[in-house]
């Protein structure tokens, strides 16, 4: 009683445990709205889990790659709470590989055999890890197996192209666990970064980034937590006069070699080898009763490109580059008369003023329309970049998919339609 008289005595306590109330009270509701969604979410994944397979049919089975450290060690918790109770409930065999060191995922890709669909849940890093196992493998039909993106990193630059994250982190979750569920997915642009190591390709499906905006978000935005949601916008502040012991404008230049897109030519058209079968009279007796009477499946016919004359294709230009920042991303469809394939590459502007980089910066993080300030773009089927790098300026790292690779001449390619993805189908044009 003491203590309400003292409050209720005092305006000061009395704003402040007020405050605390009503954030307390929103803090209870979300919960309690985040448990009802989940609830809604599995009911709907047990409906599917308790449907009869046909005979002969086995469960869908799952190949999960979990992150553990991802989100300050908290991943393993927020997967196990959202995520795998829907695969669960939806009837699934479900395989979890945890992520114990970089370099893991890639290597178990090698060895991936008899599963149905591929989860990850994680980041950026362990996604490139799973693309770049799975394309590096032999056998192409491989390629095929759709894969799930579970939100459980720090940015989840491809997950957020899959499914809308407009609404909460919860629901961005289930949303995602539930598009495995469905069995929802569709084709996918896979990049390609060659640099100088054989068959040591780097494999991407949103772009790779070079130049002083990278270096500020890369560098200096994880070490600022301390200011909560005004981080990113003291990263640019901070930033800019750092670069100032290296000289201001920061240059970035190069020596760029591409090609036009092309959309299929009697130049760059390879037939499709179509693999021996070997058949036997006996191989009838030893199918299953499911397989004997299993319809032949639809194979799309594969459209003829050796009678298309593209006078440009496989044409080269050169030029010199300069700027503050070079990013090569795949195309993404501004609406669905949109098809072009290519790869859209931008040179950030030259000489751009310690002012103009932190206000653009803040526009990039606000997402404004007209954020990206660009000096030239060009969209090519496939590009070589040598970077000019004098040793002593310090080491320069390319970002792929958000992961940090040495900075070295590279080659750069798009594998159009490569990899299935499970997505949202509302999210997608």
């Known amino acids: 009683m003491n203590g309400l008289k003292a409050v209720r005595n005092n305006w000061k306590k009395a704003v402040f445990f007020s405050g605390v109330a009503v954030y307390g009270a929103y803090y209870l509701q979300g919960k309690y ?7 809604s979410y599995c009911k709907q994944a047990k409906k599917f889990g308790d449907e009869a397979l046909p005979v002969g049919q086995h469960s869908r089975r799952v190949t999960v790659f979990l992150n553990t450290a991802a989100q300050g060690g908290k991943a393993k918790k927020v997967f196990e709470k959202n995520v795998a109770p829907i695969l669960h409930l939806a009837g699934f ?18 060895v991936l055999e008899d599963t149905d669909a591929i989860v990850v849940a994680g980041g950026n890093g362990l996604l490139l890890e799973v693309i770049t196992g ?20 720090y940015d989840n630059l491809h997950a957020r192209s899959l499914v809308s994250n407009d609404k909460s ?11 495995v569920v469905l069995n929802t997915y569709k084709a996918s642009d896979v990049m390609y970064v060659q640099g100088d190591q054989p068959n040591q390709n780097v494999y991407c499906v949103s772009g790779m980034e070079w130049g002083l905006f990278m270096e500020a978000e890369d560098r200096l935005k994880n070490k600022n937590w301390w200011m909560g949601p005004l981080k990113r916008y003291w990263t640019y502040i901070r930033h800019g006069p750092l670069a100032v012991r290296r000289g201001w404008p920061v240059q970035f230049s190069g020596d760029l070699v591409y090609q036009n897109p092309c959309d299929g030519c009697s130049e760059c058209w390879l037939p499709p080898v179509v ?34 004359y593209n006078p440009l294709c496989g044409i080269q230009y050169a030029e ?40 653009e910066g803040w526009k990039r993080v606000n997402k404004k329309p007209d954020a990206q300030a660009i000096n030239k773009k060009l969209a090519a089927g496939s590009f070589e970049f040598r970077p000019d790098i004098a040793l002593e300026e310090g080491e320069k790292m390319f970002s792929i998919d958000g992961e940090d690779f040495e900075c070295m001449p590279v080659k750069v390619g798009l594998l159009r339609d490569h990899l299935n993805f499970f997505y949202k189908p509302e999210q997608i044009l």
């Not at 065999?93 to 090698?110: D, P």
């Not at 056998?139 to 095929?144: A, E, F, T």
């Not at 982190?169 to 539930?178: E, F, G, K, R």
């Not at 299953?288 to 194979?299: C, G, I, Q, S, T």
């Open 134 to 153: 799975l394309c590096r493998r032999e056998n192409p039909l491989d390629k095929n197996i759709p894969i799930g993106v579970m939100p459980l990193g």
């Open 320 to 359: 010199k580059v300069e700027g503050i920042e070079l990013t090569a991303k795949i195309h993404k469809p501004d609406n669905k008369d949109d098809i072009v394939k290519c790869i859209d590459v931008e040179i950030g502007p030259a000489g751009m003023g310690r002012t103009d980089f932190i206000s």
């Open 33 to 39: 709205e985040d448990s009802l969604l989940r609830t």
């Open 169 to 179: 982190y919860v629901q961005w979750l289930l949303d995602s666990a539930m598009t």
């Open 275 to 308: 693999p021996e079968v070997i058949s036997h009279p006996w191989h009838y007796y030893l199918l299953r009763p499911a397989e004997m009477f299993k319809p032949e499946p639809y194979v799309e016919p594969v459209k003829d490109y050796s009678q298309i």
């Open 93 to 110: 065999e479900v395989t979890i590989v945890k992520s114990e060191y970089e370099g893991q995922v890639k290597k178990y890709m090698a």
